[in-house]
């Protein structure tokens, strides 16, 4: 009798144990500032997203992605916890790499977005179903099968105030297109290796920036009227500029 009750209690003791580790091993997250990614995590956003920002951290425990950028474009970058980039961070929520993303339940469809984390980047986000009218004829008229992802008002150098749209289609990176106050289409930019960029742009920012550190990404800007400029970034230290230049090397402005 004795032997029959230790085998009970040997494998009570073995099934709560399995349960201890089951419901350790359970995926969650909390939401942080980008304080909280390694310098290696932050590098990489400021070199290949340079004109974007941070909004907020997904810090994710028992997970394949132990941190997720969330970018004030919607964007999201997944990263290792000593911040290697691994891809796009819809793909890594939870404990799974699975394409799923959870942007219906309470982390992007809740509180969260309202939270004192990145509350203030919501003041220059326009509605995507408040889009003018004129917007999205344009959009429907010119990039048939884009979706568009994000909108917000923002300052270009030298148009002034414009409103930012980002369009997307899959199998192809965003691209973002600018529209003035009447909501004439100004340009359209998208992301592109800095080293693609003309010598004439490279020479005038070895040149005149010898100190500052350029960003691995820049972006090339289309004007209503098919010219081509380019949007360099650039940084010393804490000291961050975008400089905006002419194919030939010419400057723009310096935002």
């Not at 209690?9 to 144990?17: D, G, H, K, P, R």
């Not at 909390?30 to 997203?49: G, I, M």
């Not at 339940?105 to 326009?126: A, K, L, P």
């Not at 959009?139 to 909108?151: Q, R």
Request: hydrophobic share 35%; proline share 3%.
């Amino acid at each position: 009798m004795k032997k029959v009750m230790i085998v009970m209690l040997v494998t009570m003791v073995a099934v709560l144990s399995s349960c201890n580790k089951n419901d350790q091993a359970v995926p969650s997250s909390q939401v942080t500032d980008a304080v909280s990614l390694p310098a290696k995590a932050v590098s990489y956003a400021a070199d290949n997203y340079p004109d974007a920002t941070i909004n907020y951290v997904l810090l994710q425990t028992n997970a394949v992605a132990r941190y997720i950028a969330v970018l004030n474009t919607t964007e999201e970058l997944a990263f290792t916890s000593t911040g290697d980039y691994m891809g796009d961070g819809k793909q890594y929520h939870g404990g799974h790499h699975d394409g799923d993303t959870i942007h219906g339940d309470t982390i992007h469809g809740g509180g969260h977005h309202g939270g004192g984390h990145h509350g203030g980047h919501h003041g220059n986000q326009i509605p995507v179903d408040s889009l003018p009218v004129m917007i999205t004829d344009y959009i429907a008229a010119n990039y048939a099968g884009y979706s568009v992802i994000h909108a917000e008002y923002d300052t270009l150098c030298p148009e002034g105030a414009v409103k930012e749209v980002m369009i997307s289609i899959s199998g192809s990176d965003p691209m973002k297109l600018v529209f003035d106050a009447n909501n004439t289409f100004l340009l359209h930019a998208s992301r592109a290796l800095y080293s693609t960029t003309p010598q004439a742009v490279k020479d005038y920012i070895t040149a005149n920036y010898t100190a500052y550190q350029v960003s691995n990404k820049s972006e090339t800007l289309t004007l209503a009227d098919n010219s081509v400029q380019y949007s360099v970034y650039i940084r010393l230290d804490s000291d961050r500029k975008k400089v905006r230049l002419t194919d030939a090397g010419i400057l723009v402005c310096v935002q």
